[in-house]
Structures are given as C-alpha cells and as structure tokens.
C-alpha cells in the first residue's frame, strides 16, 4: 500500500485536522463526534443543509461546507457511514430555527444512521427532512436490491440545495429542490484501477492491465461488468448511452455536465472525456449548458471517471449559477 | 443453571478477541462483495465496546448490554453499526434489571434482538445478510428449550454456522453487495460471518 | 498502460477541445500552433502574461488563462516544451501595448524555445521579458547543471504577477513581481509511483511497492535518491527541512504554503500533509498565513507531492488575495 | 565526387526511418535520465519534415535544409528542437544555392552546424550531449580533407558512434540528465544517440 500517511487509523482524524487548519476562515472542524460546520453558522432562519458520508471520497462531503452549499458534514471513517451521534450534532449545530435538511446518499448505512439521527433530531424538537441520492444507473432498481446507489449527483444536489437554503426558502421548498436535482439526475462510472482502504492494506479488488469495470461504485464495490480496456470515446458512448437512456434525457434538453475523476485520474483525461461526451451529447440533441469538470466525489485513489448529467431549467440554472464559497467549489465570492 | 452476569462480561470480551483475529478475513470477505471495511468497523466497535465496559461491568446485565449497543451505535457506522447497535440495545431492553439469565431469558433476549435488526433492515432470510446467520441461531435456541444451557448455546452457534455457510450461494438482496447482483454469489457474507463469531463466543463463555 | 484516452497522437488536442468546449466564458484556444487565451484578451495597456511548457502537468498552465493571472498558455507535447512558434502567436495575440512577460520554467527545452520566442517576437516590434522559474531544491544549483527546475513556484508566480498585470503596472514592474516570487520560493517534490508517458506507453521508471524517490521532476525525472517508503510526518520533515534551510525561512516569517499533488494522489492525502506541514512549520516558528492545497502541477497519473514555500510581505499577500477567475484557480469573481 | 541534391533528400528520409525505427530506444534511454519523450519528439519532427520535403525537394540544397530546420523548430520542442533546428538551419545557411556539395562544403556545413548547437546550447564536449557524438564526427571529417567523399562519411559516422558510445561513463552535466547528476553515469545519451543515427545515415545516403 503506497499512500501519504502514518497510521491508517489517523488517516481520517489528521486529515480533517489538515483541513481545519487549512480553512478556517470558512469551516470550523469539531472531533469527538467528528463534523464540519460553516465557520459563519447557525444563520438565524436559513435551513441547515447537512450531508455526510464514509471518507475517502474528498473534497466530498467536508469541502463542500461554506456559503451556499452545505451548513455541515459529518465524516465517517474511510468507505463508512457516520454514526448518528456524529449526525446529530451538527444537525443541533446548524439549526437556525428553520429545520435542517439531511442529503443521504442511497447506501442502507447511511440511510439507517441517518434515519437513528433524524429521531433523535427530532425528539429535541427540532425539524429535520431528508433526502436520498440515488442516481447510479449502473446497479438494477429492483424491489429485489437495496437501491441505487447515490453518486455523482450527490455534489450537484449540494450545490443547487445549498443555494436554495441560502435564499431563505423554507424547508419543504430547499427538500424539493434537493428531490427534483435527484430526480433529474443520473450517473455512470468506471475504473481503471482499484483503490487501497487504508485498514485494509491491499487493493480492494484486481483489476488486469488490459481491463476496466464498469459501473464501479464509489468505495470500489464491483460494477456492472469487466471488460478490456477500451477507448475514451467508446468508454464514453457506452456510459453516456446508459445515462441518456434511463431519464431519459432528449433532444432539446439542457443539462448540467459533470465529469468526474475517481482520485487518481488526471485532468487531462477529464477534459479529453468532456470532449467526447459533449460531442456524444450533441448527436442526440441534448445540449450541455452549464459543467463540473474534476475530481469531486472520489474513490481515493482510483483511477477512472463518472458522468453526471442533471436535466436543469430555469430554476436550477440560477441556483447553480449563484454564488458559493467552499473549500472545494468557489465562485461568485 | 443460569447465565451469570460475569460471564456476559466475558463473552463481550471474547466477541472483541474474536473479531481482531479475524479483522482481516471480515474484510477480505467484504472486499469480494462490498467495500472492504467490515473487519475495521466491528474492530473499532468492540475496541470501543471493550474499553467502556468497566464503567458499566458493575451494573445489571441490561445496563451492560444497552451500553455496548449505544457504544457501537456511535463507532461503528456503516450498516453494521446500526445493527449490531440495535441487537445489543434490544438484548439490554429484554435484560433489564437482571443479573443473571435463564435459558428463556437469553433466547427472548435474542428474539428481541433478531427483531430490532430485523426492524431496522427490513431483511429476510435468504437475502444474504447477518440475519442469516441469526434467524437459524435463534430456532435452535427454541428448539432446546428446557435443556441443558451449554447444549443449548452450542446448538445455537452450530446453526449460525450452517447459516453463515448457507449465504455462500445467494444473490445478495440487501446492503451493499445487492449492488453486485447475481455476481455476490459464491461469496460468503461478511456479516453472517462476524453474527456466527457472535454466537460462537457466547456458547464459549455464556454461563 | 491504462489511460482514458483514445490515441496517444491525440491525447493533447483532444483534451484542449475539452477545455475550449468547457470554458468559453473564460478562455479562447487556438490550433496549429497551439494556445490559449482570455475570452476578454487581448486587454489594452495592460501588460500580457503568458507561460507554457509541455502537456501532462494540468491544470497548468491552461487551467490559469483568465482574469487576474496568465493572459495566454502555451501547451506542448506530454512533458516536452512547446514551440517558438506557439509563443510567438500567443504573444502577438495578448500584446495589448504594454509589453508581454514570458514566464518560463527553467528547463534548457522551455528556456531555448522562449529565447527564440522572445528574438522573433521582438523583430515584430514587441517589447518582452523573461523570467525564469527555478525553485527545485532537490536539484544542485551550480555551474555544472542546467540549474534547479522550476515547478511549484511557477503556480504560484503565475497568480502573484497576473495580479500585477491586473493593476497596469509596468513590464518591468511586472516581471519583478514575477522575479521576487522566483527568489522567496522553493519547492521540494516525491514520488509514490511513476508516470506513463502516453507515446512511451509503459511507466518512466519502476518504483518497488516499498520505495518512493525523493526529489523527483515533475517528468518523471529520477529525483535526489530512492528510499523505502517512510511515513508522511517523516517525508514532509525531510522535505520541509530541505525547502526551510535553502532560502532559508526563518521564525517570524510568514509564508504562503503550496501543498501540490503530482495527479494521482488523493485530495485526503494532501491534506493529512498539509496538517503535517503546518506542525513542522510551527516548531520553527514560521507562520503559514496563506495557503493553496489541491493538484494544480502534475505529472500525469504520478502518485506524490511536492512542497512549495513562498515567503510573503504585505505587496505579495494582496496580490495573492487579489480576484482570479480562471478554469482552475477562482476567487473573488 | 561530389553528394547531390537528391542524396540529401534520400538522407533526410532515412534519417526520419531511423528515427521511426529507433523510436522506442530513444524513448527508453530518454526514460533512464530524462523525461521519457526524445524519440517521439524526434519523430514527431521528421515526420513533418519528410512531409515539407515534396515543396522544397525541387530547391537547392541551402533551401531544402533550412526548411527542415525551420520545421523542426516548429514540431520538435524539448532541448532537441531548438538543437536539431539550429543544426539544420546552419547547414542550409552554409550550403544556400548549391545544388551539390563538395566534402569540404559538407565539412563546413556540419561545423557551422555545431557551432549552432553549441551557441544555442552551451554545451562542451564530455557534458553528455549530442556535442559528444557531432564534434567527433567533424573532426574525422576535417582529419578526411581530400579523401573520398563515401570514405570521409563513413569514417565520420564511426567516430560519431564513439562518440555516442563514450557518453556512458559520462555525468551528465546539461539539459535535463543533469538534474540526476551522478545517478547519469552509465547511462547513454539519447540525443548523442539519435545524432549518431543522423551521421550514419549520412554516410549511407550521401553521393
Ligand atoms: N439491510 C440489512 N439487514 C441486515 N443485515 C445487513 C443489511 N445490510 C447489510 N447488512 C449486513 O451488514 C454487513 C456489512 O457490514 P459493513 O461492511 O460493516 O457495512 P457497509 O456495508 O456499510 O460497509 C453485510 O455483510 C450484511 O450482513
Ligand atoms: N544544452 C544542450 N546542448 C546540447 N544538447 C543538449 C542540451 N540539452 C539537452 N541536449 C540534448 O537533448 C537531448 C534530449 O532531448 P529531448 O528528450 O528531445 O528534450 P528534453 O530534454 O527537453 O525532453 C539530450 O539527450 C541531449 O543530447
Ligand atoms: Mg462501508
Ligand atoms: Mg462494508
Ligand atoms: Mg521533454
Ligand atoms: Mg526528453
């Protein structure tokens, strides 16, 4: 395992401590439980907006705290669901009298530990939503499943939610916003090559020279299917189609790109991917008009890429275009 | 005969012994169908566990065992931290108070528990989770009712193994390795796995 | 060798297509001969700024082409300076009448290029200077070697002058700017792993699953010396230690502190350094009061980081803080 | 005996066969002390040279190799292109009008050539460059004065392989290789390797 660390058991603690020390003119970090809150919070009748997650996946969720986007994340340990403990503190945290919207990405321990804080949120009375990410078109939607994974559209809905919250909107409205990018959104990712969690010492899965998974999951859970290595446009065709096809997505659409690196993927890659994607897209009469390009929800290491797309209106398209200030995602301010 | 106080001690910290030495192997099986940090979560759990119970070993069977729950609930994370959590806090509801338990108790106890777990991931048999592993445990447990403890816990282990080997062939339909679909086949679960070292540890040091 | 690209011929047109597709709003790219510039340039009476240098260390220097940094970039082939003709369009294209800086990372490639560069673009009549980048402590400065690289630094001279330029100071001025961040800069970078160079199709150099080389170029080029792989509170004491004692920083300064990622490494790992940087820095009494985290110069796919320094005064504090809106560094617009 | 018009053309098409052909080593010696790209900038290069060569081909010589170098300039990049540039350049600025050269043209030639690399470059003879394999080379050539034109070449080209050749034991002391310093010993120089390619096929063209 070659990674810039001391003991895996610190891997997670030292980095947020790197993160607090880095930016603390925009997020203050709290351990025992651990979570990130705005530096500038509780905001007095704004909705607290809170996401969480198993680390690992940086920037996501901690760089995504700060005006116009998140009010709190809670980190867990790597590839782990936080606790409920974790959960609610910050949703006590950042609760300015308006309810707090909780952004769970569809996996059954996030979902089952944010549900655990939601309760104990709400027996200290104060108002909690939540809404479930599930945007992987990769994994089959079944009764017979768990879901669909929640993805690339996690970082999206962050964005667009955050901006919602900050017009003061009430809490049913900024859940909604949260629902509708959810539900206008779809993604698709692959891998080039596995990750290493840093407990565990050894990649997560073999993957050899001359092959790829597609559909990997963002903790390197195995995807749809294994395949030879093939080329950036034709890796492109096969998750674009899948993404198109599930909305779908039709000619005439606007939509919001997102091309995404898995935490080893140079940009470089990243932008040859947009190329072909906006190129795929523009076969099919779907136009891109506003795009993320980097690496933001990630798998620590791993190389490979996700596409996002999010049908966007009038509505959405302002709210991405306001102004946000994090770590991680920055503009306007 | 009963289940003394001491010996629940005993077997948290026994489970916690059991889970270090097969930290690895969890994980190794939660890599082929998950995401590789079984092993770690339940170790961070029950290290946690372990280190709180001289705090409550003093207190009646029900405290103690609320207490690892609550303690794992806040440590574990993933979807075996609320599980595991809600199993133990669901031992302690049905314990509380007492400092000892009858062969009755401790499978009413288990009912409870198989029932939080149950409640909180709405999984079935067959669908290839910890609740494999815990559903033929609990059975055995009825079926020995009126005989011999140790019989009785060593039954229940022995079922939990054939219910952890039982996961080998399904389709995962619940957690994590429902994403991999028909491909979690031939895999054993990570959690049906540590659910048996659970069992198997309390027919080891439950007396 | 396992890339999400099409041919390797390719790999760099078709990942400028992407950025020009990307970023319309902020910059223009231009084809045969390549390069890049503001959408709002060329700006009159305002000094141009321009870089360039081979392809594979993305985001730069593209990824600065905006308000408030570079006014062109000029990309090479993978790893291999660009061509006097690309310099000479760019500075024709960005001359706004007040003289064009070429920053130029001290590579004997890049320096020739922008020597002939700067000779065909003064025949034109256009006023030019030139500094050079060199702040790789890992390399021996003397009379016996090319010199030290430039690497780090280069980023951050990028932002200092750009932001010089933006206020219509002088050529001069202006590359004095440039040339004070040079000399209150220093860097020191490692490697986890090799790069692949997309035509060389395997890994420039095998670094055994328990070695890093310590020192390396941001090419791939062997550094200062090959080690088993250490943990990351002792590789940023033995990196730090090396960027400290050169220029040297001393207790009481204050410093703008560049933790960099060389393209496959972790955004979770870069901060665990920086946690680790900022201790180290304490202990001497030297005060980190400005800060840049992320992978902005890199070397394709490598695993590693490096570690820059840049002693700060109140004139470079406001110039770093000054408003940028480009693809890869943004604040304040 | 003089070397025509037409042989230079067939030279600077050889060469860019051997370049193609040597791709790959050259890449690889460049990846031992460099940054791993001398032999597809090199090949970048005479592929669009070849490719100007069927607008000049019917030029004079000066012409044909100042095009070359000019096309280098603009495809090459790295130290090699400013270098193999100026080498070109030189020759044709030394050979401009002739439609054939005599060996003491093509001496002259080659030694301005390598005063233009050496003015652009810096670089002494023993720093591990492609001046190790060119001044050897001129100087067979001048030690050749007045022999047979195919005898000077070849001579020529043997001394620019010793030269290539001594470049191991080297340390190399610019461009690129120097920053690992001592670690260059043993290493051949890519670029005194390509230059070797570029005098031998000289000798096996030039008529
Ligand atoms: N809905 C569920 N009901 C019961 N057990 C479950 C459920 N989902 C997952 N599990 C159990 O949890 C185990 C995985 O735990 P762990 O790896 O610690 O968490 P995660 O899947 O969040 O990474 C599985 O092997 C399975 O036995
Ligand atoms: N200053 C110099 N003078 C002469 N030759 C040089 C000089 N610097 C480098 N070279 C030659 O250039 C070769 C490297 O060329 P190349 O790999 O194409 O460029 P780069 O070093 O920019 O990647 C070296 O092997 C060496 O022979
Ligand atoms: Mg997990
Ligand atoms: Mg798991
Ligand atoms: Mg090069
Ligand atoms: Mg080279």
Chains 1, 3 share one sequence.
Not at chain 1, 235 to 240: G, L
Not at chain 1, 257 to 283: D, H, Q, R, S
């Amino acid at each position: 395992m070659k990674k810039l660390i001391n003991k895996a058991e610190d891997v997670v603690p030292e980095a947020l401590a790197g993160m607090a020390a880095a930016h603390a003119d925009m997020i203050k970090v709290f351990t025992n439980p651990n979570y990130i809150v705005r530096a500038d919070g509780p905001i007095q009748g704004k909705v607290g907006v809170i996401s969480g997650g198993g680390s690992g996946h940086e920037p996501m969720h901690g760089g995504f705290v700060g005006m116009g986007m998140l009010d709190a994340a809670c980190p867990g340990a790597v590839f782990t669901s936080p606790t409920p403990d974790q959960m609610l503190e910050a949703t006590k945290a950042v609760n300015g009298g308006a309810g707090v919207l909780h952004i769970v990405k569809n996996y059954t321990g996030d979902v089952m530990n944010f549900e655990m804080a939601a309760d104990l949120a709400k027996a200290e009375g104060i108002e909690v939503a939540a809404v479930v990410t599930n945007d992987d078109v990769a994994v089959k939607d079944s009764l017979y499943t768990a879901g669909r994974r929640g993805v690339g559209v996690t970082v999206l809905a962050e964005k667009m939610t955050g901006a919602a919250a900050e017009q003061r909107r009430s809490l049913k409205d900024v859940a909604a916003v949260c629902q509708k990018v959810n539900d206008l959104g779809r993604t698709m990712g692959m891998a080039l090559t596995s990750c290493t969690v840093p407990h565990a010492g050894k990649p997560t899965f073999d993957l050899p020279e001359d092959e790829m998974e597609i559909g990997i999951g963002i903790h390197g859970e195995p995807g749809r299917k294994r395949m030879k290595l093939a080329s950036a446009h034709e890796i492109v065709e096969m998750m674009a189609a899948a993404v198109v096809e599930d909305l779908p997505y039709k000619s005439g659409d606007e939509v919001l790109a997102f091309v995404n690196g898995m935490g080893g993927t140079p940009l470089i890659e990243l932008y040859l991917i947009y190329n072909e994607l906006e190129a795929y897209l523009k076969g099919k009469g779907i136009k891109i008009t506003r795009r993320l390009i980097g690496s933001y929800i990630t798998s620590l290491e791993m190389a490979g890429c996700s596409l996002t797309l999010v049908k966007l209106d009038d509505e959405l398209t302002k709210l991405w275009d306001a102004p946000v200030k994090t770590p991680a995602l920055r503009w306007g301010a | 005969m009963t289940i003394s106080r001491d010996s629940i001690v005993d077997w948290i910290k026994a489970f916690a012994v059991a889970i270090e030495a097969n930290k690895d192997y969890l994980t190794d099986l939660d890599s082929a169908i998950g995401d590789a940090d079984h092993g770690a979560n339940m170790h961070r759990g029950m290290q946690a566990a372990v280190g709180k119970l001289p705090t409550v070993a003093d207190k009646d069977i029900g405290t103690i065992l609320k207490t690892i729950g609550m303690t794992l609930v806040a440590t574990v994370g993933g979807a075996s931290g609320p599980l595991y959590g809600t199993l133990f806090m669901q031992l302690g509801t049905s314990t509380a108070g007492k400092m000892e338990l009858s062969l009755a108790d401790w499978t009413a106890a288990l009912e409870a528990a198989l029932g939080g777990v149950v409640a909180r991931g709405k999984a079935a048999v067959g669908e290839k989770t910890m609740v494999d592993a815990l559903t033929p445990a609990l059975d055995a447990l009825k079926s020995a009712a009126g005989s011999d403890i140790a019989a009785a816990l060593k039954a229940s282990a022995a079922a939990a193994a054939a219910g952890r080997d039982s996961t080998i062939p399904l389709v995962a339909r619940k957690g994590r390795a429902s994403y991999v679909g028909e491909r979690s086949a031939g895999h054993q679960d990570p959690g049906a796995t540590s659910s048996h070292l659970l069992l198997q540890t309390a027919a080891d040091h439950l007396k």
